[in-house]
């Protein structure tokens, strides 16, 4: 079991940066990987970003390339989603998830990640 607790949302305006942070608990942090996402309403949950159990490799989506920066603190047991030159269509409610059984279904996918937090909401405003 794993306890992914999010934080860090807010509102910003255009241009600006965040930090959002996962903290996770119940199992040991290097036992998995995490991934961020987010909706908006009356859309699918989105991916965003991906950081391995390690921290050594990274995906990100084609939307927030060069933008957002996924990190992990082993050490605080907390992951990390930096978002910079934030853009109105960045607004929606993030989560962080945890991968720890590493199936064979794409890193980008919902059912890839079993555990998830409550998310944390950010608004851009233009």
């Known amino acids: 079991q794993v306890h992914l607790v999010e934080s860090g949302g807010g509102l910003v305006q255009a241009g600006g940066s965040l930090r959002l942070s996962c903290a996770a608990s119940?199992?040991?942090?290097?036992?998995?990987?995490m991934g961020w996402f987010r909706q908006t309403p009356g859309k699918e949950r989105e991916f965003v970003a991906r950081i391995s159990r390690y921290g050594g490799t990274t995906y990100y989506a084609d939307s927030v390339k060069g933008r957002f920066t996924t990190s992990r603190d082993s050490a605080k047991n907390t992951g990390y989603l930096q978002i910079n030159s934030l853009k109105p269509e960045d607004t929606a409610v993030y989560y962080c998830?945890?991968?720890?059984?590493?199936?064979?279904?794409?890193?980008?996918?919902?059912?890839?990640?079993?555990?998830w937090g409550q998310g944390t909401q950010v608004t851009v405003s233009s």
């Open positions: 119940g199992r040991t942090f290097s036992d998995f990987a």
């Open positions: 998830a945890a991968d720890t059984s590493g199936r064979s279904i794409p890193y980008y996918a919902e059912s890839r990640y079993e555990y």
